[in-house]
């Protein structure tokens, strides 16, 4: 029985209620939740479609790890009797978001004091060398465990972290692989004597990988409730639905329910309909305990939905504004803990509900609740790639990013330098900016070390950008996104313009075995992205942040861009 204080509420003003009524009908007729309990490939495309049937081992994982869990545990105390003090997880996109999602929630200093981490937990998902400094600065090398996570096995970031950290420690039972069966990772682990090699599920894409080892193993290394999040996860299926028509501009209508569906797949059938209506900027506001949320679920729905020229934009850690700073290509998901009530964010939902933008209020129990929520998400998600005949479990521009930075790193092999890229002027920004009105979006995108301080920088210029324009704004750090919005900004519709940021700090760091530094292979990346961007014909800009602290030099080119506009 599903608990109702968790029964997600949904608000769909009139005007949008015939955006979604053909899906309702198709999903039903159709069977999509029948299908997508006996893992129907053909819901998805004609059978033998590739990465579709060998994709839906996420569907079963969390009770098939459940079966695993006794010697994962063992072997997370026997490490820890080796006196562990830090776990750095080397991964990028679906190796390690899912991790930073749980490390923030659980972790020392996150929302739950109760349960203290075992170990603390550092993600490390930037080639950026003062990140790279900063890590190693923040453990004893030689009391951290380090993980090397990739599906592939193959992945650039983690290989070349692992290199610069195996130089260090020089110790093979230090580290551990999380890989899939017969990678090349799996390979490197056996030759280097990693301690453990853990074997990820190949029927299962990365950013569908939280319950899966490349999520369960560094949770159980942290010490937290591994237990709880795998036995949860199946009550997504069972989560209720409560749905709230508007009328007007969004005044309170009647209980029209689910029409029997699971909230899951209701829920992925109605973003699908309001997306092809124009409500394709899926914008979450979260609860404060479940930080780093956004970051997963961004990943989860850009790459799973943004290809073929449709999809939905996710937007995650926006600040959030009055309704009328919204463009009418907006929805919101709101992610409430129930057990940490916060009556001023209720308010401002609920008026943006008034206002009349579609609004779904999916309640939360908390970072214990995780494993329920990323399987609904899950579920919401596929159920989206049917509503837009898509694959949702495919990424055919990801490559683009990959082979981009190959052909640049070739070029510095041959040539010692990279290609110069031009700095926007005055002109360029205006020009890239100021007509950024809905439908279009903003991508500002940050080839720098990530910090608080430079996220607050941020969300500054994502304001400012807003109140000049209702343009929707995301901010990612690169490479990070690469693996995540990366798609739906080559792959989606092309509504966006692009704003690179970039800053290298004093230090490098050598990457052992290769004739590239970290610095070198960070622009690389970001160039290799910007020339693709071009190649697409989008609208794409870069701006070198000068000076010691980039978040100073950003809040200056903000001060500039709303002068400008």
Known sequence: ?????????????????????????????????????????????PSGTPEIANRLGWLTIAERMLGELGALELFAAEAHDDELEDIVLLGMGGSSLAPEVLRRSFGPGGPDPARPARARLHVLDSTDAARIRAIESAVDLQRTLFIVSSKSGGTIEPLSLFAHFFSLVEEGNRFVAITDPGSGLEALAAKHAFLRTFAGDPDIGGRYSALSAFGI?????????????????????????????????????????????????????????????????????????????????????AESTGKHGTGILPVADEPLGDPAVYGDDRVFAYLPDVHTPDPELDRKVRALSDAGHPVFTIPTAGPADLGRVFLLAELAVAVVGWGLEINPFDQPNVQQAKDATNRVLSGYEAEHELPEIADADDAALRALLRDAAPPSYVAIMGYLQPSPEFDAAAAELRETLRAATRATTTFGYGPRFLHSTGQFHKGGPKTGR??????????????PGKSFTFTTLKNAQAIGDLETLR???????????????????LRALTAKIKEML
């Open 1 to 45: 029985m599903s608990d109702p204080t968790l029964t997600v509420e949904a608000h769909i003003p009139d005007a949008l209620q015939a955006a979604v009524a053909d899906k309702l009908t198709r999903v039903k007729d159709e069977d999509v939740t029948g299908r997508i309990g006996r893992e129907d490939a053909t819901l998805w495309g």
């Open 217 to 301: 193993v560094p949770a159980a290394l942290m010490g937290i409730g591994v237990l709880s999040l795998l036995e949860g996860a199946p009550s997504a299926w069972e989560t209720g639905l409560e749905q709230e028509t508007g009328s007007g501009s969004g005044g309170s209508g009647g209980d029209s329910g689910s029409n029997g569906l699971p909230a899951a797949v209701w829920l992925g059938a109605t973003l699908s309909g309001l997306a092809q209506a124009g409500r394709d900027k899926l914008t979450f506001v979260i609860s404060e305990t479940l930080p780093g949320l956004g970051l997963w679920l961004e990943q989860l729905v």
């Open 498 to 511: 692009f704003l690179q940021l970039i800053h290298d700090g004093p230090e490098d760091v050598e990457i």
């Open 535 to 553: 190649s697409l014909d989008l609208p794409a800009e870069r701006v070198r942040l000068q000076g010691e602290n980039p978040a100073d030099a």
